[in-house]
């Protein structure tokens, strides 16, 4: 059984900076992109990044842009969400995902996920 395991979280002021990993199981996570996305109280699950299996090709939200960078190291078989420039409102439960192999798009959606973490809670503060 593949799994995902996101770690990293914890308390920030506002203006810092987190590192996420995503640890994956298996012998072939080099073959699948892999996604971010986060989770605030009451709101809906909401994109935040995705990568590709080569870490080539990156897509961000406008919220994070320029701010957020994600990225992979396939030989450990893990993915990463650097967060810098926090805000109160990044705060949210952050989840990776992994994308079916051969899925063809851009994957803004949750729906175009087969696998999720548990998730990590990142609190910005004021």
């Known amino acids: 059984q593949v799994q995902l395991v996101e770690s990293g979280g914890g308390l920030v002021q506002a203006g810092g900076s987190l590192r996420l990993s995503c640890a994956a199981s298996?012998?072939?996570?080099?073959?699948?992109?892999m996604g971010w996305f986060r989770q605030a109280p009451g709101k809906e699950r909401e994109f935040v990044a995705t990568?590709?299996?080569?870490?080539?090709?990156?897509n961000y939200s406008d919220s994070v842009k320029g701010r957020f960078t994600i990225s992979r190291d396939n030989a450990k078989n893990t993915a990463y969400l650097r967060m810098n420039s926090l805000k109160p409102e990044d705060t949210a439960v952050y989840y990776c995902a992994k994308r079916p192999f051969g899925y063809r798009g851009i994957g803004l959606h949750p729906r175009e996920y087969e696998l999720w973490g548990q998730g990590t809670q990142v609190t910005v503060s004021s």
């Open positions: 990568i590709n299996t080569s870490g080539e090709i990156t």
């Open positions: 298996g012998r072939t996570f080099s073959s699948y992109a």
